[in-house]
């Protein structure tokens, strides 16, 4: 069975304060690692897409990695617009489509 | 906008009550999903539809719990007999087939079961 375990369940960083978020998975045939940003009270907003180790993406204050084994989404210089929870998913194989959830690291950015 | 809509965006009944969501996908998508998400945890797959053909279900999807997609556009998730564990979060997305087949998720409905 697909499992996604993030790490830490939360953050308090300082504005400018960089650090990094992590998502272990264990899944048959990743199709695709996925990164969503999800404000209270609203549905997740879709980030990135990994899909082979190696793989590098970014977009503004974040970059995000992946391994055979984690994923890390790192954060350069937060400012507190960047509070969230971040959610990481994998898509496993086998055909099938859901997604395949962690349960969030809970990021606060203290001006 | 034209991003995924659903309807209503809170939802309050009680206990036994049967209730109906609505959940409109990006137009052109032809893939749409249900998830479940409570509070603290990351959302929790429901059920898939390719066009009007619901083609995955969850072992969470109880009998009480049917998903349609009659015209291949928009869905409607019922529970019946609702039950206090059934409060949560109901989000939908949608995805094109084709390409990078990214699920983009809507506002979501919050059910309170008193």
């Known amino acids: 069975e697909d499992q996604v375990t993030q790490s830490p369940e939360a953050l308090r960083l300082q504005e400018g304060e960089s650090s990094s978020l992590n998502c272990s998975y264990t899944?048959?045939?990743?199709?695709?690692l996925f990164w969503y940003r999800q404000d209270p009270g609203k549905g997740p907003e879709f980030l990135f897409t990994?899909?082979?180790a190696g793989e590098e993406k970014e977009k503004e204050r974040l970059k995000a990695t992946l391994t055979k084994k984690e994923s890390f989404l790192h954060i350069t210089a937060p400012k507190p617009e960047d509070s969230a929870t971040y959610l990481c998913?994998?898509?496993?194989?086998?055909?099938?489509?859901?997604?395949?959830f962690g349960q969030g690291t809970r990021l606060t950015i203290n001006p | 906008d034209t991003g995924v809509s659903q309807d209503p965006r809170h939802k309050i009944t009680k206990r036994g009550q049967n209730v109906t969501f609505r959940c409109d996908p990006i137009?052109?998508?032809?893939?749409l999903y249900w998830y479940r998400q409570t509070l603290g945890q990351g959302p929790e797959f429901l059920t898939y539809?390719?066009?009007?053909?619901?083609?995955?279900k969850s072992r969470l999807l109880s009998d009480r719990f049917s998903a349609e997609r009659p015209k291949g556009s928009f869905s409607t998730l019922e529970i019946q007999r609702t039950e206090q564990g059934d409060s949560a979060m109901y989000l939908c997305?949608?995805?094109?087939?084709?390409?990078?087949?990214?699920?983009?998720f809507g506002p979501g409905t919050r059910l309170t079961v008193l």
């Open positions: 990994l899909y082979s």
């Open positions: 539809f390719q066009n009007e053909a619901q083609l995955e």
């Open positions: 997305a949608s995805s094109l087939r084709t390409g990078a087949d990214t699920q983009y």
């Open positions: 899944v048959s045939g990743l199709r695709g």
């Open positions: 137009s052109e998508h032809n893939r």
């Open positions: 998913a994998v898509r496993g194989g086998q055909g099938a489509q859901k997604l395949v």
